[in-house]
């Protein structure tokens, strides 16, 4: 698990492999480090100097010949860091590339758990309020944890509000969302219950499927339509449900 995790952070696998190696032996000669991964040293001295290069491991002069041993691993977090400053540094121009090709109008699709996120990242981009037709706390499926923390961050810092008409049973089996995301809210009588949601937010209308209480299906799709006349539309409807729900909500 942990050589994985660190391929995710842009080491190679064998990168990995000396690094992971040098926490259990400590200093260590190459011919040491090969045997204790399994490596050819011949690898292992091509893969010094990369290590080094990413400050990730250090050189100890021994007269028997030079030791090598690992930096704390509270290091790692300054790959994380350097990633970030990196595509920081490119943004602005891929958002201009972006938005030189986006069209006011579309209609797209997202699908999965990553496409969730895309759906997530898209109400931060836009900013503005979110009116939810249908909720079921999809955002609190287990999965999403990390990724919601740090949305919910960024949207209140957006100043970000949402209006919430959730169905029934959120009322009772999952009472916590109400307390997390705050007022207003109010909820459909319970016959009318779907695994589809619809959010409308700026000009986007996202209509979903594969839904249940607080889980998101790993077949989820999202159709995604951009329309600002459209998206106005959803809002009208929306309000002529939230003033129906009035007399169910507490």
Same mark, same amino acid.
């Given at each position: 698990?942990?050589?994985?995790?660190?391929?995710?952070l842009?080491?190679?696998?064998?990168?990995?492999?000396v690094?992971?190696?040098?926490?259990?032996?400590?200093?260590?000669?190459v011919?040491?480090?090969?045997?204790?991964?399994g490596?050819?040293?011949?690898?292992?001295?091509d893969l010094i100097?990369?290590?080094?290069?990413?400050?990730?491991i250090?050189?100890i002069?021994?007269? +028997?010949?030079? #030791?090598?041993?690992?930096? %704390?691993?509270?290091?790692?977090?300054d790959? =994380?860091?350097?990633? @970030?400053? $990196?595509?920081?540094?490119?943004?602005?121009?891929l958002?201009?590339?972006f938005?030189?090709?986006n069209?006011?109008e579309?209609?797209?699709?997202?699908?999965?758990?990553?496409g969730f996120k895309?759906y997530?990242?898209?109400?931060?981009e836009?900013?503005?309020?979110?009116?939810?037709?249908?909720?079921?706390?999809?955002?609190?499926d287990?999965?999403?944890?990390t990724?919601? +923390?740090?949305? #919910?961050?960024?949207?209140? %810092?957006k100043?970000?509000?949402?209006?919430? =008409?959730?169905?029934? @049973?959120? $009322?009772?089996?999952?009472?916590?969302?109400l307390?997390?995301?705050?007022?207003p809210?109010?909820f459909?009588?319970?016959?009318?219950?779907?695994?589809?949601a619809?959010?409308?937010?700026?000009?986007?209308v996202?209509?979903f499927?594969?839904l249940?209480?607080?889980?998101?299906?790993?077949?989820i799709t999202?159709?995604?339509?951009?329309?600002?006349?459209?998206?106005n539309c959803?809002r009208?409807?929306?309000?002529?449900m939230?003033?129906q729900?009035?007399?169910?909500?507490?």
């Amino acid at each position: 698990m942990y050589r994985e995790i660190l391929e995710d952070l842009g080491l190679s696998p064998n990168e990995a492999k000396v690094y992971l190696g040098l926490l259990e032996l400590g200093p260590a000669s190459v011919p040491d480090i090969s045997l204790k991964i399994g490596v050819h040293k011949r690898n292992i001295y091509d893969l010094i100097p990369k290590l080094l290069k990413k400050g990730l491991i250090y050189q100890i002069s021994d007269p +028997k010949g030079n #030791l090598f041993a690992p930096v %704390e691993p509270s290091k790692l977090s300054d790959l =994380i860091w350097e990633q @970030e400053t $990196k595509l920081n540094s490119i943004l602005p121009a891929l958002n201009q590339e972006f938005n030189r090709i986006n069209t006011a109008e579309e209609v797209f699709i997202y699908k999965g758990i990553e496409g969730f996120k895309n759906y997530l990242r898209d109400i931060l981009e836009v900013g503005e309020d979110v009116y939810f037709i249908g909720a079921k706390g999809g955002w609190f499926d287990p999965e999403l944890q990390t990724f919601i +923390k740090k949305f #919910l961050k960024q949207a209140e %810092e957006k100043k970000i509000r949402y209006r919430h =008409i959730f169905d029934a @049973e959120v $009322k009772t089996l999952a009472p916590e969302l109400l307390k997390t995301l705050g007022r207003p809210y109010r909820f459909f009588p319970p016959r009318y219950s779907t695994n589809g949601a619809i959010d409308i937010f700026g000009d986007h209308v996202v209509t979903f499927s594969g839904l249940t209480l607080k889980n998101i299906t790993d077949d989820i799709t999202l159709i995604v339509m951009v329309n600002k006349e459209l998206a106005n539309c959803y809002r009208t409807w929306f309000r002529f449900m939230w003033d129906q729900c009035a007399a169910v909500s507490t």
